[in-house]
């Protein structure tokens, strides 16, 4: 079983966080039945290209049988998240073990 993988962004998730986020997360969303937790804790902002990624991000890690989930998101990144209506979409746990728990428990889908 692959290792969970966690990437930690900091500061805003604008076009340029984004992009920096995005160049750290495809190889591992790339991998097959990867496991990616990404802490929000220390992220302050997220635009729609962050949301963008995350979804993109998302959807590739299913695609190759893994899965991502985001966890430690402060109010405002709630409400962004909400206001997207991604929260119903993206797998999202309040505290870090939580997500790493979730993901200590996912069986890649049988191919």
Known sequence: MNAIQVLQ???RLDALGARA???ELEPLTHQANARVL???A???YVSSDGLRVLMR???AAKNN???L???CLSPRISEIVAMAGLDH???IYATRVAAERELETFVAPKE
Do not use: F, M
Request: charged content about 25%; overall charge neutral; aromatic content about 4%.
């Open 57 to 59: 991000a998302s959807k």
């Open 38 to 40: 990404v802490d929000l």
């Open 69 to 71: 989930v985001l966890c």
């Open 21 to 23: 986020v995005w160049n």
């Open 65 to 67: 049988g893994g899965k």
């Open 42 to 44: 220390e992220t302050r």
């Open 89 to 91: 979409v993206l797998e």
């Open 9 to 11: 962004p900091q500061g």
